[in-house]
């Protein structure tokens, strides 16, 4: 075959395999050519700077070797199809109230389930553009470097926020790739960045996770904090999580790009009413009726445990008596002494901060806390509750 017929063959390729994308659902679609990414010496540097916190999995040889090399994955790769589907980019303030903040992303169904069932599609469909050859999808499924084959397809640039933007969908995007071993049509990147001056996103971020233009410390992060992070929530870090119980959009709401976001066709990753719940309803999920209810979410990612440890620290920000009832009764029953902990330290946040009330109900709610802290800084069986009710204990009968 000339050369001439092989880069038409290449092309047809390429133009029906980006009709099949949009066919699916998909709103954006690029080519990157197999070759080194720059993202990996990026992607090295995070990793010993420590910044992927209790994330080991990150840094094991055999992840680090197949980020840096994907022909590990797929031994004849050639070329690296990139496609981008978009989550809501609005937010309902009253959901809001009612259940905490979650990340827009996570409010509907678990995207790995969205995003699977339309890339094995496109895998099929690749597989039978070419018989006989070979595919593999991901979807922040394997140890790719997504971001950085992103850029390469010419989807977007990363901003200074680590997430990679587009001029036409903003950020409120997924990302999914498609490893093939055949020649197609490679896109031109995003000529600059386009952030400019911009610094909106390192100025919002509520912890100051973003410790420079571009560079993310996962142990300062909401979203690591209330999603990958096993144990308690640093003392220092809670207040800044506000009312977050899964994941953080901070950066992407200040972000000016996202002035120019479409709205999501996909409906399963609209989010769920979850009528009848709450953030103190949640205090009463055991782990078959969490499991359960977030069956098909993301937020099963948490774990039970993580996940009321959020709503506590939730709660305990927004200060509210009406709370007192629920995490008293989590304070003394919950079978995890994580979830005991974390509603230890929201009892004292909210003894120490509720406002000044002649109200009746809510003094006597207020009445009750220091001594059921009391009772568990000497009674509860497990050593790190006891050290958090002893410090809520002397918050909540400090002076006002």
């Known amino acids: 075959m000339s050369d001439a017929a092989t880069v038409e063959l290449a092309r047809d390729r390429t133009a029906k395999l980006k009709e099949e994308?949009?066919?699916?659902?998909?709103?954006?679609?690029?080519?990157?050519?197999f070759g080194p990414l720059d993202a990996q010496a990026h992607y090295e540097a995070w990793l010993a700077a420590g910044m992927h916190g209790?994330?080991?999995?990150?840094?094991?040889?055999?992840?680090?070797?197949?980020?840096?090399?994907?022909?590990?994955?797929?031994?004849?790769?050639?070329?690296?199809?990139?496609?981008?589907?978009?989550?809501?980019?609005?937010?309902?303030?009253?959901?809001?109230?009612?259940?905490?903040?979650?990340?827009?992303?996570?409010?509907?169904?678990?995207?790995?389930?969205?995003?699977r069932d339309r890339l094995r599609q496109l895998e099929d469909f690749t597989r039978a553009l070419v018989p006989g050859s070979r595919a593999l999808w991901y979807s922040d499924t394997g140890a790719i470097l997504e971001r950085g084959w992103a850029e390469r397809a010419g989807i977007g640039w990363v901003g200074k926020h680590a997430g990679v933007l587009s001029e036409s969908l903003g950020s409120w995007f997924l990302l999914g790739e498609v490893l093939i071993d055949y020649e197609l049509v490679e896109d031109s990147p995003v000529a600059r960045e386009?952030?400019?001056?911009?610094?909106?996103?390192?100025?919002?971020?509520?912890?100051?996770?973003?410790v420079a233009p571009h560079r993310v410390d996962a142990r300062r992060c909401i979203s690591y904090l209330t999603i990958e992070h096993r144990g308690a929530i640093p003392l220092d870090m809670r207040a800044a999580i506000g009312d977050w119980v899964f994941g953080c959009d901070v950066c992407q709401e200040v972000c000016p790009w996202n002035r120019f976001a479409p709205p999501a066709a996909e409906a399963r990753?609209?989010?769920?009413?979850?009528?009848?719940?709450?953030?103190?309803?949640?205090?009463?999920l055991d782990e078959a009726r969490f499991l359960e209810l977030f069956e098909t979410s993301p937020i099963r990612r948490a774990t039970r445990a993580g996940f009321l440890r959020n709503v506590c620290v939730a709660l305990g920000n927004r200060r509210e008596t009406t709370?007192?009832?629920?995490?008293?009764?989590?304070?003394?029953?919950?079978?995890?002494?994580?979830v005991r902990a974390h509603a230890a330290w929201a009892l004292g946040e909210i003894a120490a901060g509720a406002p000044q009330s002649n109200a009746?109900?809510?003094?006597?709610?207020?009445?009750?806390?220091?001594?059921?802290?009391?009772?568990?800084?000497?009674?509860?069986?497990?050593?790190?509750v006891r050290e958090e009710a002893r410090i809520a204990h002397a918050r909540a009968i400090a002076p006002s």
Do not use: N
């Not at 659902?25 to 080519?31: L, Q």
């Not at 990753?269 to 953030?279: C, D, M």
């Not at 009746?360 to 497990?382: K, N």
């Open 54 to 115: 209790g994330m080991e999995y990150l840094a094991s040889p055999k992840h680090r070797a197949r980020r840096a090399d994907p022909t590990r994955l797929l031994s004849a790769l050639r070329s690296v199809l990139v496609v981008a589907m978009c989550y809501p980019p609005e937010r309902d303030a009253a959901r809001d109230r009612r259940l905490g903040r979650i990340a827009r992303y996570a409010a509907g169904e678990d995207y790995h389930r969205v995003m």
């Open 21 to 33: 994308a949009t066919r699916l659902g998909f709103e954006a679609a690029g080519v990157a050519s």
């Open 323 to 338: 709370a007192v009832p629920a995490l008293l009764a989590t304070l003394a029953r919950d079978p995890d002494a994580l």
């Open 269 to 284: 990753l609209h989010a769920r009413s979850l009528e009848g719940w709450s953030l103190t309803k949640f205090l009463s």
């Open 360 to 384: 009746v109900q809510p003094l006597q709610l207020l009445e009750r806390i220091a001594p059921e802290l009391s009772r568990a800084a000497t009674a509860d069986r497990d050593t790190e």
């Open 194 to 210: 386009r952030c400019g001056t911009c610094t909106r996103c390192l100025e919002a971020c509520p912890t100051g996770a973003i």
